[in-house]
């Protein structure tokens, strides 16, 4: 079955302190990692779309990464506008185009 | 510029009552999709649908109706069957196929039973 576990669960951090979010998957062929971020009472925005074990991509202070079991979040010198939560998930097998999404990792980062 | 509406932003239900959730897009997008946020847990599946007029259930449809008449429109009725419907409610739509930005989602409804 088709998984995805973020952690941790929530993050503190201070502004200017470097972290990462890691997402963990089971997914029988890998068709596409995605990442999100969402604010509180609104809906997730899209961040990246990751394809291949070896790639990254940037945005900002965000750059997301792939292994074959996992991708990971790197947020460098973070600023208060950087808190949400951030959403991982993965592509279902077939042609559902259906999304199996993790339980979030809510990032707070303190001035 | 395009997106997906969602209405009403907050509503609230009665014991016993059915309430229809609204979701329109002008993304041109064929396949639309439910989910359910609950604190602490990830976005859970309710119903997808790849074309007019087919639907499929996703992981938690039991209590949950929905209709696909119109390429733009997919609205989700909580009936009274769903003992548990307080929930954030979002809607998303996606290009058929293995679309680069996976969803669109919009900007959610949260229900709440009174």
């Known amino acids: 079955e088709d998984q995805v576990t973020q952690s941790p669960e929530a993050l503190r951090l201070q502004e200017g302190e470097s972290s990462s979010l890691n997402c963990s998957y089971t997914v029988s062929g890998l068709r596409g990692l995605f990442w999100y971020r969402q604010d509180p009472g609104k809906g997730p925005e899209f961040l990246f779309t990751?394809?291949?074990a070896g790639e990254e991509k940037e945005k900002e202070r965000l750059k997301a990464t792939l292994t074959k079991k996992e991708s990971f979040l790197h947020i460098t010198a973070p600023k208060p506008e950087d808190s949400a939560t951030y959403l991982c998930?993965?592509?279902?097998?077939?042609?559902?185009?259906?999304?199996?999404f993790g339980q979030g990792t809510t990032l707070q980062v303190k001035p | 510029d395009g997106g997906i509406t969602q209405s009403p932003k907050y509503l609230f239900r009665k014991e016993g009552q059915n309430v229809t959730l609204s979701c329109e897009q002008n993304?041109?997008?064929?396949?639309m999709y439910w989910y359910r946020q609950d604190p602490g847990q990830g976005l859970r599946l309710i119903y997808y649908?790849?074309?007019?007029?087919?639907?499929q259930k996703g992981d938690i449809a039991e209590g949950y109706s929905v209709s696909r008449e119109k390429k733009e429109s997919f609205p989700l009725t909580v009936t009274s069957a769903q003992k548990n419907p307080t929930a954030f409610y979002l809607c998303a739509s996606s290009i058929a196929g293995n679309s680069l930005y996976g969803y669109t989602f919009g900007s959610g409804t949260r229900l709440t039973v009174v």
């Open positions: 990751l394809y291949s």
């Open positions: 649908s790849q074309i007019v007029n087919d639907f």
């Open positions: 998930a993965v592509r279902e097998a077939g042609n559902t185009g259906k999304l199996i």
């Open positions: 993304l041109n997008h064929d396949a």
